[in-house]
């Protein structure tokens, strides 16, 4: 994942690593450059070395600001494009019409779009860091060795040696702030989950042991929050105290060397200011082996989603000329269908009433074209074609699924019903009086806006809107899975008489996978599945009349 | 129906809302003011020793005198890290204690929202700021807070120490200063607006992303997946570019930090160096007045860079104190008002929402100790509206609901609440064992009689089935119920909560055929013996009440048994006609 990464980003990587060690160059020279000042001008009142020495004071700090800032633009544009690249590419991964074997939930991929793909793209700006530390560590050691060679030694190996040391508690640490986080995060959760179910507490009255249950766990939460602040104070205390006490050795023998004239008054400041200095490039580097790990963890993952294989591999052929039969399936097998056969002509309405709801699910999943070749037994021939033989998108032109999840989209009520391709205002008007819905148009017509879901509408008119969306499709199958479950009885009604009459006059076909019996009064034939295939077959009168488990399933 | 916000304080308000928390705490907020400036205190001993070092030096003072100071600056740092390991932990201690009870204060009102406040503001904002404002808040208090607290002080007492130094060496670190303000005030309005867009533009983007995934196999079966595609990208493009531009501004700002650190150093070591030619100070004190302004440049970096966490902390924490200082939860005030019955009287002369159309009129509703009536309509025609006011959520326009003769504006909300229960099409199953979902409607019910509530709604098929029996965890996170499972266990809450009156307003048309007969049996014996009343989203279930109510347009336009109406051939035949297709 890194590597081609860092090969696209290669020319903003190369300005902005290049910018930052220089950035962290300079830095280091800060503390040698007041040590030059004070030895040459402050000590010895040298008022043209004053000069001199501020001007290049100046000079230093122009350098080390620029470099920063274009240094810094350059690292973050890399991560920022490169985050962006792989958002792009899982949103495509996820979804390819082929589908995805990842075997990751909606909310995983999401959290893998949203989250992982920022973190990977991370590792790239986390290398860059990484260099310039390097860079400020080796010009610290330069300056150090030039002052003094057993000195310098001492500082470059005993600083990362106390910094190492401290790095042994990194470990308790991160537990106990790791269970804060935990369980600060569950007392969040909690309160959210609370108050979302606000209205469910009111209902019978139970407020007031949800509050006390809040308060339990926030003294949870808190007694975790103290331990671990426990821990990082002494954690903070042990840090201040081993860096002090390094001071106190680098300034003793510093001074040492002074007293004895083998180093200048300014050396000595320098040689201070650098033994502190260098703790910061050193904890960058530390950080930076932490931050590469998670960055390696995320970009597995966002390599498991890009990498999947598809859920099916769809053939290459055009949908044949229209057939009298449209859909023929000839001895199913597949999840709960147990030879399934089953004909689809041009221009019928179809009920299927399915005892189990499991084989309405593997029905439909094998007509919405979701279905590997290799998964299934039988056939399936579209327009007397094998199904695996075509294109998908030819597959999803004939045979159109519209799940019994709802899923809209936020945009207009105009982009939502023109997803099957109708664009003009009368077709999108014609097939929301189809569904009945109406009553969505009238705020603001065809212009009404959904949220995320369509979350600003009823359940009643998500389902109605989105049955209108399937018939404004005018596919030449329809396939809906119990359309008006959240619809009153007089609306269903009239929904099942305008369906039906909307899809005769075409002729288009239209299976309706439903227990509801005013769908199926006016289907034009009932079909009836029980494990896993057909069991009876008629109009709803009679097979209300002929067959007492019918009646169990569908009357009310 | 309008939505109002719920309020958000003042600076002023929130100001003194946290004084007043850090005053309940004494003893506590002395000691941590304490600890912090002492350890403060102790980090400015090295620079210091490290002037008068360099003037031994340069006097030519014996080695004596180099072990003597590298001793002290040692002591010193053994007692600061003691100090702030101490401060550190009693800082965090009254830090984390005022959360804590923030938190706690702002839940317990947003649970205890009045029921009209709460039909009017709806869950959205309460959710938005007892999670995302609580954690905002929450981790600036942990996190930040230590580091700001710190970073100020320090840069309070080093400017101190330069002072302490030479008083002119002091007025030369303060030339610094208005080079800070000026970036802070240049950077923050310019940075406020683009921190603004860009949290929109990644809400945006968040919404694309999760639309096209959770729609995925919808767009393959209208094969729109270019289009999300598209969607998504042109999202992600646009916050990229918000955030690319948003860094440039900030690192102009840290530009122009770095411009005033060359100011400031510049100031002390020019100053410096007329003191030392005017012998008026000595090499060692220019020395240490250079490096204590060094040392300033990480604290007042990290206060200038935390400006913007520790603004949006503001912000939250206004509003975390605008729901904190609503009222307190309400007790049942006064005597109880002495309810003689289970009866339940609805008596609606008009009913709307605002200055929206009536939704409701001319309704008289009586419901029999005992009883069971049920509503019947189509969707629009007041059926839910009728059921809330009978529960007392919402208080009729015009009219009065009586329970046992007692007016509910009479009994107040806490005791309607006991006393009549409302199950609403709101579904939740709350997250955790499913031993305290069950337990916030009888927080003392032992797990005989949690068992006997399931079993009497019909759950007893599916509880056997669970993993960990009482201990499973459900809802968010947890193991999924199906919707008819969630409304089961919302039935059993109901068993356990034991109400005198029960309204149930549950869609259960989601469960299919047989599912529905199911849970209407789970109804049936949930509610049996108290006087319900029932909305019917399935006609079945107003077959078997003593009463119906036909609602058309928000008036009553049929009443009576239900098999009376459907001998009358009235608008109830029809729909019984149309239902069973």
Wanted: some cysteine.
């Amino acid at each position: 994942m890194l590597r081609p990464a860092l090969r696209r980003q290669r020319g903003r990587l190369a300005a902005g690593v290049t910018l930052l060690c220089l950035h962290q160059a300079t830095e280091a020279l800060v503390p040698v450059a007041i040590g030059v000042v004070i030895d040459r001008a402050v000590a010895t009142s040298d008022t043209g070395a004053l000069l001199l020495s501020l001007a290049a004071l100046a000079l230093l700090f122009t350098v080390l600001a620029l470099a920063w800032r274009f240094g810094a633009r350059f690292s973050y544009a890399a991560k920022e494009h490169e985050a962006h690249l792989a958002r792009v590419r899982l949103a495509e991964r996820a979804l390819d019409p082929r589908g995805q074997r990842s075997g990751l939930r909606d909310g995983e991929l999401l959290s893998v779009a949203a989250s992982d793909a920022d973190k990977s793209a991370g590792a790239i700006r986390t290398a860059g860091l990484a260099a310039a530390a390097c860079s400020a560590l080796l010009v610290s050691a330069v300056s150090l060795i030039m002052v003094d060679l057993a000195l310098g030694l001492g500082v470059l190996v005993g600083v990362p040696l106390v910094l190492m040391g401290l790095q042994r508690l990194a470990p308790l640490l991160t537990r106990r702030s790791e269970a804060q986080q935990a369980s600060l995060a569950e007392t969040s959760a909690l309160a959210v989950d609370l108050v979302a179910g606000l209205r469910v507490l009111r209902g019978i009255g139970a407020q007031h042991h949800a509050a006390g249950r809040f308060a339990a766990a926030s003294h949870d939460a808190l007694s975790a929050t103290l331990r671990a602040a426990t821990t990082k104070g002494l954690h903070l205390g042990l840090t201040s105290a081993v860096n002090g006490l390094l001071l106190a050795a680098v300034t003793g023998a510093a001074g040492w060397l002074a007293l004895n004239g083998r180093i200048t008054v300014g050396e000595l400041v320098a040689v201070v200011g650098l033994a502190q200095f260098i703790a910061e490039p050193v904890q960058v580097l530390g950080w930076c082996v932490q931050s590469l790990a998670t960055a390696r963890a995320s970009a597995r993952r966002v390599a498991k989603v890009l990498q999947a294989a598809p859920a099916v591999r769809p053939g290459t052929e055009s949908a044949a000329p229209p057939a009298c039969e449209r859909v023929v399936l000839t001895g199913l097998r597949y999840g709960t269908l147990n030879g399934l056969s089953l004909r689809i002509p041009a221009g019928e309405t179809v009920g299927i009433v399915a005892y189990d709801p499991r084989d309405a699910e593997a029905l439909l999943a094998v007509l919405a074209g979701t279905v590997s070749r290799e998964d299934y037994q039988g056939s399936v021939r579209i327009d007397e074609a094998p199904a695996e033989s075509l294109r998908l998108a030819e597959l999803r032109r004939v045979v159109l699924v519209e799940q019994h999840d709802v899923a809209l989209f936020e945009g207009t009520l105009r982009d939502n019903l023109a997803a099957g391709g109708a664009d003009d205002d009368d077709t999108l008007l014609a097939a929301i009086r189809v569904a009945a819905a109406e009553d969505v148009l009238h705020h603001r017509g065809l212009d009404q806006v959904l949220v995320e879901r369509g979350a600003n509408l009823s359940g009643g008119q998500r389902q109605r809107v989105a049955l209108a969306r399937a018939v404004a499709a005018a596919p030449p199958v329809l396939v809906l899975h119990d359309p008006t479950t959240a619809v009153d009885p007089v609306t269903e009604a009239l929904i099942a008489e305008r369906l039906t009459a909307a899809r005769r006059a075409r002729p288009q076909a239209t299976v309706v996978v439903t227990s509801s019996p005013a769908l199926l009064r006016a289907a034009d034939r009932v079909l009836v599945l029980k494990d896993g295939r057909i069991c009876a077959e008629g109009t709803h009168d009679d097979l209300v009349a002929a067959e007492p488990s019918y009646r169990e399933a569908v009357l009310r | 129906m309008t939505r109002i916000l719920l309020p958000t304080a003042t600076p002023r308000q929130t100001w003194a809302a946290i004084r007043a928390e850090f005053a309940r705490l004494p003893g506590l907020s002395a000691a941590a003011a304490a600890l912090l400036m002492a350890a403060s205190a102790a980090g400015l001993v090295a620079p210091w020793v490290l002037g008068l070092l360099v003037d031994d030096v340069i006097t030519g003072a014996g080695a004596g005198r180099v072990a003597y100071w590298a001793t002290v600056i040692a002591g010193a740092a053994l007692v600061g890290g003691a100090l702030t390991t101490a401060a550190t932990a009693v800082a965090a201690r009254l830090g984390e204690t005022v959360l804590a009870r923030l938190r706690e204060r702002v839940l317990d009102r947003a649970l205890h929202l009045p029921s009209a406040t709460l039909e009017r503001t709806g869950t959205g904002d309460l959710v938005s700021r007892t999670g995302d404002d609580a954690t905002v808040v929450a981790s600036a208090i942990t996190g930040s807070g230590p580091l700001v607290v710190g970073a100020a002080l320090s840069v309070v007492l080093t400017a101190g120490g330069l002072f302490a130094l030479d008083w002119r060496l002091g007025l030369a670190g303060l030339v610094a200063a208005p080079g800070y303000v000026f970036a802070l005030r240049w950077y923050l309005p310019r940075s406020a607006p683009y921190y603004m867009k860009k949290r929109i533009a990644s809400g945006e983007r968040t919404q694309a992303l999760a639309g096209a995934l959770r729609g995925a196999a919808t767009a393959r079966a209208y094969r729109i997946e270019e289009t999300h595609v598209a969607h998504v990208a042109a999202s992600s493009a646009t916050t990229r570019d918000l955030t690319l531009e948003v860094f440039q501004v900030y690192t102009r700002f840290v530009s122009r930090i770095n411009r005033a650190e060359l100011i400031g150093l510049a100031a002390v070591l020019i100053t410096g160096f007329l003191l030392v030619r005017g012998q008026m100070a000595t090499v060692g004190a220019a020395t240490a007045a250079a490096l204590y302004f060094h040392r300033l440049f990480n604290p007042i970096g990290m206060l200038l860079l935390e400006a913007d966490t520790v603004l949006q902390a503001g912000a939250s924490l206004a509003r975390l104190v605008g729901v904190a200082s609503l009222p307190a939860a309400p007790v049942a005030a006064g005597a109880d008002p002495g309810v003689t019955g289970d009866d339940l009287e609805v008596v609606v002369t008009e009913h709307h929402y605002d200055d929206g159309p009536v939704v409701l009129a001319d309704i008289t509703l009586r419901l029999a100790a005992g009883s069971r009536v049920a509503l019947v309509g189509a969707s629009g025609a007041g059926k839910s509206t009728l059921a809330g006011l009978a529960a007392g959520i919402v208080a009729p326009t015009d009219g009065t609901v009586r329970l046992g003769g007692v007016p509910l504006d009479e009994l107040g909300e806490v005791r309607t609440r006991q006393r009549i229960a409302l199950i609403s099409q709101e579904v939740h199953v709350f997250a955790g064992p499913l031993r305290d979902d069950l337990r916030l409607a009888r927080p003392d019910a032992s797990d005989d009689e949690l068992r006997g509530a399931l079993d009497l709604v019909g759950a007893t098929g599916w509880f056997r089935a669970l993993p960990g029996g009482l201990d499973t965890h459900v809802g968010e996170g947890g193991h999924r119920l199906t919707a008819a499972q969630a409304q089961q266990l919302a039935l059993a809450r109901l068993v356990l909560a034991d109400p005198e009156v029960a309204v149930l307003d549950e869609a259960t048309a989601e469960a299919g055929s047989s599912g529905a007969r199911d849970l209407e049996r789970a109804a049936d014996a949930a509610t049996a013996g108290r006087t319900t009343l029932i909305v019917a989203h399935r006609l079945t279930q107003a077959a078997s009440a003593d009463r119906v109510l036909v609602l058309d347009q928000g008036r009553v336009v049929e009443e009576g048994s239900p098999d009376d109406l459907l001998r009358a051939g009235g608008r109830y035949s029809e729909l019984w006609a149309a239902w069973n297709g």
